[in-house]
């Protein structure tokens, strides 16, 4: 039986032994407990883990205290700005955090959580992708009641089974909807043209994912399994464009309230964690599964790099690897980055002769199809000069001389 506690500063005496802590992130953030983590007093050291996000995910837990670590998959720039030393950025796969999460559990874990239903069982809300694969397992099971986290159908969890609980009523963390312009119009309707009917379609955030999804209103018995989903899903199954017979399969939601009140008890929702939404082998038994993802650049030879800029590390690989790898295995699938021809103005390309960073996110082998509003580039089974040309026609016009330089230059072309 889950003990209540009266008040989110309850928590403090009983994490002031943890070693590891998990939290739960995205929309679910626990504003308020890096306050409390500066009352725990008696720890020797804590390590604090969870999935933060660019963007929306603002509270660096470990400027609460000089003995806190904090261990992210994605580089926020709130994170990249600490200068106290104690951030440890992991840029792992998705399937990497499921295997390290799957070892010795945490000391305790705080997952923000709906209100139980006349059964006694909570959802994870929007927020159900590592947070089921953790909570159950942690030493001390802690959730945080939040009668503003919708019920969503899908992976739930016992509020019995729990240690204690705490409630807490705040607004999710929101994420506003992004402004369609010509250039991400222009992207999408290349990239729209390789989605049929009956395809199953992965889109992430930003305009260009919206862009397409608006291209795809005219499209019949499309289905969703994706990381994570905004209110152009629902206006897609609200058009018809998704099949009534699948359920959206997601297990983050980002958006604004409206989005997370349209959530609530939707029969056409189905939220997972992410051994379900990323597990490869289903994906490539899918057929005609289009992943749809951005980068920060791609190189001539469709290398992707989607964690880092000259200045420093930003976001993490997350799910990309495997959605990339379900797709080419898929029948008739696609793997498509999507990503504007330049930055900064047009004054930088984004494809380029060479990545910045150590590793690409996206190996040469792994090369699929790029778009940008100048085109598309298919690169699977092409020759190394087939793809370095493909890569140079769809640049700003204004870079191709360069780059195609640098391809004499460093492939001799």
Not at 67 to 94: K, N
Not at 112 to 129: H, I, K, Q, R
Not at 171 to 188: F, G, W
Not at 316 to 324: A, D
């Amino acid at each position: 039986m889950a003990r209540l506690l009266q008040s989110f500063h309850d928590l403090a005496p009983l994490l002031s032994e943890a070693g590891s802590l998990y939290v739960s992130g995205c929309a679910a953030e626990l504003v308020g407990l890096d306050a409390v983590l500066a009352l725990a007093k008696g720890r020797d050291a804590l390590t604090v883990s969870g999935i933060f996000v660019p963007g929306v995910n603002t509270v660096d837990y470990a400027a609460a205290g000089e003995g806190i670590r904090l261990q992210t998959y994605f580089m926020t720039s709130e994170l990249a700005a600490a200068r106290h030393g104690r951030v440890d950025y992991c840029p792992w796969r998705y399937r990497d955090i499921i295997r390290f999460y799957s070892g010795p559990p945490v000391d305790a874990a705080v997952v923000m959580l709906s209100p139980p239903d006349a059964e006694g069982f909570c959802s994870y809300g929007v927020a159900s992708d590592f947070s089921p694969l953790v909570l159950p397992r942690a030493r001390v099971r802690i959730a945080a009641i939040n009668p503003q986290m919708p019920r969503l159908p899908g992976v739930k969890v016992a509020l019995d089974s729990l240690d204690y609980w705490v409630e807490m009523d705040c607004p999710l963390r929101e994420v506003t909807k992004a402004v369609v312009d010509d250039a991400s119009d222009a992207i999408a309707s290349h990239a729209a043209a390789f989605i049929g009917d009956g395809s199953t379609i992965q889109l992430g955030l930003g305009s260009i994912s919206s862009a397409i999804a608006a291209r795809l209103t005219d499209r019949r018995n499309l289905q969703i399994r994706s990381g994570l989903i905004d209110s152009t899903v629902l206006e897609l199954d609200r058009v018809g464009a998704l099949t009534p017979d699948f359920p959206i399969l997601s297990n983050v939601a980002l958006g604004d309230g409206d989005l997370y009140r349209a959530l609530d008890d939707n029969p056409r929702l189905w939220f997972q964690p992410v051994t379900v939404t990323h597990e490869i082998e289903t994906m490539a038994a899918t057929d005609s599964f289009i992943a749809i993802n951005g980068a920060l650049q791609v190189d001539l030879l469709g290398q992707v790099n989607s964690t880092v800029l000259p200045k420093g590390f930003l976001s993490g690989p997350g799910g990309l690897p495997e959605f990339v790898a379900g797709s080419l295995r898929s029948r008739g699938g696609r793997s498509i980055i999507a990503l504007n021809a330049t930055r900064q103005g047009g004054g930088v390309s984004r494809i380029v002769p060479q990545l910045d960073g150590a590793a690409p996110s996206v190996a040469f082998s792994d090369a699929d199809t790029v778009v940008t509003e100048f085109g598309v580039a298919e690169l699977r089974g092409k020759s190394l000069e087939a793809r370095i040309r493909a890569m140079i026609a769809i640049a700003d016009p204004c870079h191709r001389e360069r780059l195609a330089e640098a391809a004499r230059q460093r492939f001799f072309l």
